[in-house]
Structure formats: C-alpha cells, structure tokens
C-alpha cells in the first residue's frame, strides 16, 4: 500500500528528467512541497483511476499479426529504434519516445494510411516526422527541425538529414494520416498515474519499455499489458516493489494475466531481466537493469549552465526565456546546423505541378545524399542491442 | 523516386486534404468574430447546408519549425474532448494551400453566439447584475467541463472569460481554445508570459512553481465565479508581481502554516503582511454555501483546492436541475 499512500492527485506527476530551472541539481521534488506527502486522499482513487483506465482500455489499439508496413520488421526497428536513441540523446521522456512510436506503428503497419518503401532513407524520415510530433505535443522546448536531427544524431556524419520543408511536408501527412489524434494510449497513461510518487520505480519501467519498444512485438500487445509487464519486470528486479502495493497495482491497470506474461517474457529476452523471484534472477537483474537504464539516461547538463540560468530567473520572462533558449543543450551545435542548411549542390527539390497537398508533399520528398562510408540505420541499431542481449 | 502515399482515411469529422480554393469554396465567411491563441476566427455559413460555424484559420509557416506545437495541441487535444457537451465541438478540418501557396488550416467549430467576457460586459454596461441562478448554472457547467477535461488528463491552462463560449438562448457554456492546454505528464516549466492573461493565473504559478496541475485551472475557475457575481475581474493585476500583490493584499500574505512549502517556491520573497479581507466583502452577493465553495477554489494551498469533480457535489449546486446541463 505504499505507493497509494501518497497518491494525493492521480494526474500529478514529479519530474523525471533534471530540470534545468532548479538551483540545486539535487534537489528533490519533496522540498518543493514538503507538507504534500501526508496528504492521502483515497476517494481520488476510488473515483478517478478506476474510470480513468477504463477510458484507456477502451481507446487501446492493437495490429493483428500481418506481414508487410515498414518494409518489414527490420524496417520498424530501424525507425523505433532511432526514436529512442534520439529521444535519449535530447534528454525528452520516454513518453515522447512511446507517442512517437504509436504515430509510427498507425501510419506504416498493414491498415494504416501511409506507406513506407523500401529505401532505409524513408524509415528515417517518417522516424524524424514522428518524433518531432512527439515532441512537439510532449516536451516544453523542442528545437527547430534541423537541430532536432543533429542533436539526436551518433555522430556528425549521420547520413541522413533532412531539410526542415522536408519533414514539414511529411507532417502534414502524418497528421492527416492520423486525423490529427496525437494522443493514444501508451503504458506511461496506466504508469505515471499509480507511480507518481515513485520516480526510481517509474524511471525503471521506463528503462525496460524504452528497451522493448523497437522489437516487431510491441505493437501486437496493448499498452496496458506492456505497463503491467514492465510492472513484473522492475519488482523481480528488486526496484522497490512490494507485494501487495503491486497486485493493487496490477489490479488497476487490469490487463489479461497471459498477456502481460507474453510481455514479460518479451521483455526479459531483450533485456537478459528475469521475472522470477530468485537470488540469482535479482543480482543478474539488477546488472543488466542497469545497463538498460545506461542506455537510456539523459544527457547530464553541466553545473555550469543550471548557475547560468539561475542568473536569468532575475529578468524578465521574455529575456529569461530568450536567453534559456540560447544555453539550452541544443546550442553547441548551432554551427554545425549553419554548415548542414545551404543545398547540397545539384539537388534542387523538383516540384511537380500537383492538385493536392499530398501529391505535393510526395513529389517534393527527395532522398538526401548518403554518405558511403556510414552503417546505414539497420546495422546501426543491430549493433545497438548486441552488448544488452550479451550481457 | 518517393512511393510514400496517402490514402484517405474516412472518419467523422473528415480531415480534407485539398486546395485552399476548395476548402474556402465550401464556406462563405460572414463577418471576423475574434482571435484565438494563433489565429482568426470567422462567422461563416456553410453553403452545402446553411449551417452557420466558426472557422478558425491559421496560416502554418513555412519556417525550421514545422506544424507549431500549439496548433498540434490544441487540435489534438480538441480531438479527443470534442465529445463533451461542455467543450466546443470540433466538427471538421480541412488542410488546404492559399494564394502564395502557404499551408492554411481550417477548424471548423460549432458556432456560439457570444462569450463569457462580453455576456459579463453587457451586465455591467446596464449596471446590473447578473442574477443568481444564471450564475449557478453557468458555474455547473464550467465546473463539470473542467471536470471532463481533467479527468481526460488534460490542463486548459488559460480559463478565462474569454476563452468560455457561451449561447444566450439556452444559457450554454462551452470550454473553448485549448492552444496552450496539454495532456498533464510531467511538470511544465514555463509558461509563455506574453499571451497569458495574468489575471486569472494560480498563485502558485506567479510564484514560479515548476510542479503544477489541475488546481492551477480551479484557481482560474473561482476568479471567475467572482466575476460573474460582481461583474468585475477579482484580480486585475498588470505584472506579474502586481499581480501577485493584488491576491496578497485581498485574500491575506500566505504563510508556512497556511500554505506549506510557499517559502521555498522560486519566486518567494518578503512580501508585506497583509491580513485577509472576507470574500462576503470582496465578492458581495453570494449565499453562505456560495462563499463556502468559492473559498475552497481560491485556497491558497493547491493541494486543498476543491476539485471540478467535487465541486460538483457541493450543497451550492443543490438546487440546480442536474439532468438538464
């Protein structure tokens, strides 16, 4: 019953990431409302979560088991898998990364409006159009289009990049595609509500979804079995679960028992995490949790910068804002996008005369130049999981 | 070369993508009724039916970008309210070009013949007050509206008269402009200071909170009770520390003891100490079970604000007939 006893506002949830607004880096949410925690209010619960869940079991999606979208699954895990690495990289929630994955999973699986072809080029541009829409409906600052590129990018030599008319074209076919619904149902809407009050918890489950997220399985379970899967996976790994807290857990969120037991075993063959309760399963569990939680930990912001910001809280809101903006974790790269803006010589976007915006948009969709030398994606995020499966 | 394609998805409401031509040929604009968080909105009669709608028009700009965040939020977010009577009905969307060949996107809302501000503004220009049942149900149905959204998970964020549609035949109240509204998830950091109106904004948020939620719209909500029982806005401050002194100087300087964890909050300072003026005075007119609910919307402590769900429930709403809003 612990982690319902200070579940004072089911909508309420703590900051994950480092805010870079706060004077201490250590800070921790409890100094900020100190007197909140002996605040239980148990008719929230009766009355809102219940129904809450409801509502989400209701609007929950699943694909049926159909070859094809992507290019296949080696397709979906290159785009996926590029969204969580870059969603890592820019320090945004794991939320972001699972919205993005959704708009990806409705656009290009079998029945979804969109189509992908073949060329490793289009996984990426619908993964850099995906996530700049997470991004957008999720985060509080999200860079312009090129940086956002740059900045999720391994290296400087990432052969893709595109132009910001580019991806802007391939958002309004999203958005179209999508009928501008931009809010599905992830395991974070069973996850964040019953963990709010218990970051390290929730930021493990988090590790362990991130981790998943790319494999072909993901979109054939709902959201809530993921959510209670992940669940069983950080309380065999010793993450601070208790017992009995977790059944009231599990019995909220209310996912089919052989669902979230398939998730779990998905989850505990991509990630090495048992999900049995045994001396051995625990100390193995919490190495390879924390190798997953590596992967996935945000960028740390140095010190510097949160006392430069500090300075700034003493402006004004549009200068403090302006200023924020220019020592956010995006600046460093500002040259970088100057040198990628200009046209690469030769290759003028053709634009054929179109009746439609979607015509447009398509003849307008031009592959960037590719650099040789490079693993194009799929190699790239093969070579990502080998050192997680291996250890 | 591209094998991207796009199919058409039939869905009610239909997303049109065509040209701006079509789009516009299907509406005949009447006259411009106001602006919303990024663009205008027009009365306007659609020619297939007669039916008049409010057309709000946004130009999306070709800039690094993309489709702004605020015309994606509110959107989508209208997407998935819509379908509360107390929530402005979102009834189509068409994405066109115009002209220079810009994106231009069109939303296509129920019409509503006036709003909460200039139905305040007309009272107090007569010198009158609005009466006491009218005031009722137009507070149950912004309550229950509010209640809808947060109970979807979502913040409004910028609650105000304006942002309240109302139709004066049948007293209907709809929650409208949700541009800077947001799923709630993880705390917000800042809210964009130049389009918020001040008036209307939680203590807790002056004062640089980096962890808010749904109460910041309750504080909003009871501003506006106020208002509708006095006709005049209970808060009119013009900075964000003028704003901050008007709440202290009515409802008393928070404390420790009243408000714990206040002095640790961003913003805090050593404020003058004033002592609370009683609402009865601030906001003659109310019955006891009106100050009753309005003092539990503006506690000062937003974990002890009353919730729109609760607030339902109190004994001031008893006498409103529950079926019919």
Known sequence: ??????????????????????????????????????????AVLDDELPALFEAHRAKE??????????????????????????????????????????????????????????????????AVTCFALAAKVEETRVPPLLDLQLYAAADAADPYVFEAKTVRRME?????????????????????????????????????????????????????????????????????????????????????????????????????????????????????????????????????????LSCF???????????????GPWAPSASVSVSSSPEPPGRAPKRAAAASASASASAGVAPPVQVPHQLPPDEESRDAWPSTCAA | MATIQNKPTPTAPSTTTGGGLRAMDLYEKLEKVGEGTYGKVYKAREKATGRIVALKKTRLPEDDEGVPPTALR????????????????LLDLKQGVNKEGQTILYLVFEYMDTDLKKFIRGYRANHEKIPAQTVKILMYQLCKGVGFVHGRGVLHRDLKPHNLLMDRKTMALKIADLGLSRAITVPVKKYTHEIL??????????????????????????????????????????SELQQLLHIFKLLGTPNEEMWPGVGKLPNWHVYPQWKPTKLSTLVPGLDSDGYDLLEKMLAYEPGKRVSAKKALEHPYFNDVNKEVY
């Open chain 2, 197 to 238: 109106t001040l008036w209307y904004r939680a203590p807790e948020v002056l004062l640089g909170a980096t962890h808010y939620s749904t109460p910041v719209d309750i504080w909003s909500v009871g501003c506006i009770f106020a208002e509708l029982v006095t006709n005049q806005p209970l808060f009119p401050g013009d």
């Open chain 1, 172 to 308: 309004l076919l999203v958005l179209s595609a999508l009928g501008w619904r931009m809010h599905p149902v992830t395991p974070f809407s069973y996850l964040q509500p019953v963990l709010a009050d218990a970051a390290t918890r929730l930021r493990s489950c988090e590790g362990v979804l991130l981790a998943v997220m790319a494999d072909w399985r993901w979109p054939r379970h709902r959201p809530s079995a993921w959510a209670a899967a992940a669940l069983l996976i950080t309380a065999a790994a010793g993450d601070g679960g208790d017992g009995d807290g977790d059944t009231e857990l599990l019995a909220l969120i209310n996912a089919p028992e052989d669902k979230t037991a398939e998730c779990a075993k998905i989850i505990s063959e991509v990630t090495g995490m048992s999900f049995l309760a045994c001396d051995v399963g625990v100390s193995a569990g919490n190495k390879r949790k924390h190798a997953a939680a590596q992967l996935y930990s945000p960028p740390p912001s140095p010190s510097g910068v949160i006392g430069a």
């Open chain 1, 1 to 42: 019953m612990a982690a319902f006893a200070a579940l004072f506002d089911p909508l309420y949830c703590p900051e994950e990431h480092l805010d870079l607004y706060r004077d201490e880096p250590g800070e921790g949410a409890d100094e900020q409302w100190p007197g909140q925690h002996g605040q239980q209010e148990p």
């Open chain 1, 61 to 126: 999606g699943v694909v049926l088991a159909e070859d094809g979208g992507y290019g296949g699954a080696a397709g979906r895990e290159a785009a996926v898998g590029w969204v969580s690495r870059a969603a890592a990289r820019l320090g945004f929630s794991a939320l972001t990364a699972a919205l993005a994955a959704a708009y990806l999973d409705r656009c290009f699986l079998p029945g979804g409006a969109l189509r992908l072809g073949d060329q490793p080029w289009m996984a990426r541009l619908a």
């Open chain 2, 74 to 89: 509110e959107v989508s977010l209208l997407r998935m309210l819509s379908q509360d009577p107390h929530v402005v009905r």
């Open chain 1, 313 to 327: 809280s003493c402006e004004s809101s549009t200068s403090a804002t302006a200023m924020a903006a220019a020592v």
